[in-house]
Each structure stands twice: as C-alpha cells, then as structure tokens.
C-alpha cells in the first residue's frame, strides 16, 4: 500500500522591508520543523529521510507511480494540500470547492492508496506534536 504524507511547512517570513517574497521560516517556524522531525523519529511514523521534491499536477501521479508500495512523504504548500483533495475525490480542477481548508503549519495530511489505486484519507490537519 503506497502511503503518501504531505506535510505544510513552518512558519514562513512573507514581508522583509515591504517586500513580499518567500524569505524562508521564521524561528517559530524552525521550531515548529524540529518538533516535527522529533515526533516523526520518535514514534517511526516515517522511516525514510528522502526528500522528493515535487509540482503538483500530474507530477505527484508521476511521484505515486514511481514509488507505489512505499511511503512518500512531501513538504509543501497549504494550498497544494487543498488541492489533493480536489485531486483524490476527483472534483473539477477549475472550480474552487465549497468548502475551506485550514492546514496548520507542520501538519500531517496521510493519504493511503489500496490494492485497488482508490485513495483514502487517513488523517487531516495532524498537528499534535505542536501541543507540547
């Protein structure tokens, strides 16, 4: 069974000096990573440490093709989250659903596909290990 982790990074610093661009985490956000990767080491919910980096469309079918059977974990946006839903439930692409997503930073969303390639959610939003 091909387990797919999708993760919202940390915190991220958005505006430095007026300027909006993508400047990288905030310590909050650091902080919020390495309560993360200690939660993942310590309970062994994912074993592999290698990254995938990807673009969402047909690049994560690319992606849950070429390693079917094991466990795929991917830091990103919560906007691509939002969008694998659309994606699994096989809503229209061009529409924005109906209903809002919230994704707390250094959540987990756990997909699971079965022998069958139907997806199921596993979990949405996990985000325990910031509770601590």
Known sequence: ????????HGEAC???????????LTET?????????DRLVRTGEMSSRRC???????AL????????????AIVC??????CTFQYFFGLNAFEMPRVGFQTIQTSLTHW????????SLIKYNDARHLEA
């Open 14 to 24: 958005m505006i430095k000096n007026g300027i909006v661009n993508d400047y990288g």
């Open 112 to 119: 699971a596909q079965h022998e069958d390639r139907s997806w």
């Open 52 to 58: 995938v980096p990807v673009n969402f469309g047909t």
């Open 29 to 37: 956000g650091v902080a919020q990573a390495r309560k993360l990767r």
């Open 77 to 82: 946006h919560g906007g691509v989250i939002d």
């Open 1 to 8: 069974m091909t387990q797919l982790y999708l993760i919202r």
């Open 61 to 72: 079918n690319r992606v849950c093709l070429q390693h079917a059977g094991k466990t795929i």
